[in-house]
């Protein structure tokens, strides 16, 4: 008796290795759009100019924004003078999640997500395609001489690359920017991730080591102002402290053993104070400071515990990572390349 036929996910091994579909393009543009409808047609409009080796495709990915970013795109797709696909989430879910939804769509030997403000010039593209591509890199971050951000959001990324550099294996120093570079291989084993709460970057690290950056320009915001709120920053810290590292985990047990430790101690020196001394006061300074010091810590492990039992809940029980209303594309006739 023959063994059944393995399935494709059972032969198909989990390494860059892999054979990639014929791509249509040698580079696809993943850009998130949220509160974009003034500055993303230029972007388009911008990224049309461009000539890179391959020829290149546009993909939008409208993440439940309020303006009329809808209108815009759908626009875009019917006047646009290169292939673009517009994708349209039934509600917001996040840059992360949009983003990976763009991914499951490109048609591309190499893909690089930016923003939709216009704060990565366009002009930066082919040079950052091209270094992935003479390097043979699977990964080509960007990094700035001098951000345009608010002075609360460069702290905040700084905050967030020094969270990363302990809870990720990454390399040291490295700045992980939402313009980046990345070739099909990885995108099609970053995209088999499925669950409600992807971090990008995260995934990235679980995958390949062979990793590079780049300097570029970064320009004031076009228009508007930053989509990120010091609420949506705590959360994509979140996911990245939960989602891919148990250290936070190791943290609070640590962070209990340490109390523990200090109790015994305390314990000690209250047993030795009682038995050299007759009139031993009552304490209560000491034992309040005891019990919220205790109580703190309690707390807080058991916040960090609940952080990992929900997202497993969540996961579980089949929370979407992002739901698609509607996709189109725009006539691909011009800038096709037979690169595949």
């Known amino acids: 008796m023959t063994d059944p036929m393995p399935s494709e996910d059972d032969t198909m091994p989990a390494s860059l290795a892999e054979a990639p579909p014929a791509a249509l393009f040698g ?31 546009v993909i939008l990915v409208n993440d439940g924004s309020p303006d009329n970013s809808a209108e815009i795109c759908a626009e875009i797709v019917r006047t646009a003078s ?11 879910y996040g840059e992360h999640n949009a983003v990976m939804t763009g991914l499951r769509q490109i048609r591309g030997r190499y893909v690089i997500t930016m923003d939709d403000d216009l704060q990565n010039p366009p002009e930066e593209v082919v040079r950052l395609y091209d270094h992935a591509r003479a390097g043979t890199w699977d990964v080509v971050y960007t990094r700035y001489a001098e951000k345009k951000h608010a002075a609360w959001r460069n702290l905040g990324s700084r905050f967030a690359n020094k969270v990363a550099d302990w809870l990720l294996d990454k390399p040291p120093g490295l700045y992980l920017s939402s313009f980046r570079c990345m070739s099909a291989a990885v995108v099609r084993l970053v995209t ?35 989509n990120y709120t010091m609420r949506r920053l705590i959360r994509l810290w979140l996911n990245l402290a939960t ?16 109390m523990a430790v200090l109790g015994a101690l305390g314990v000690v020196f209250t047993l030795a104070e009682a038995f050299s001394r007759r009139d031993t006061p009552s304490g209560w300074a000491s034992t309040m400071t005891v019990i919220l010091l205790v109580s703190g810590v309690q707390s ?16 579980a029980n089949g929370k979407p990572q992002g739901t698609v209303r509607s996709l189109a594309r725009s006539t691909e006739a011009t800038n096709r390349s037979d690169v595949g």
């Open 300 to 315: 807080m492990i058991l916040g960090v515990m609940g952080e990992y039992i929900g997202r497993t809940f969540l996961s």
């Open 82 to 92: 290169i292939p673009v696909t517009y994708i349209e989430h039934m509600r917001n």
């Open 243 to 258: 989602s891919f590292s148990l250290a936070p985990l190791r943290f609070a047990m640590l962070m209990g053993m340490a």
């Open 192 to 226: 088999r991730y499925r669950g409600p709460y992807p971090y990008i970057d995260g995934l990235i690290m679980q995958i390949t080591q062979r990793i590079d950056s780049i300097e570029v320009m970064h320009l004031p915001r076009a228009e508007g102002r930053s």
């Open 27 to 57: 580079l696809s543009i993943v850009v998130p759009v949220y509160r974009g409808a003034a500055t993303v047609g230029a972007l388009v409009e911008a990224l049309s100019n461009l000539q890179p080796e391959g020829g290149l495709e």
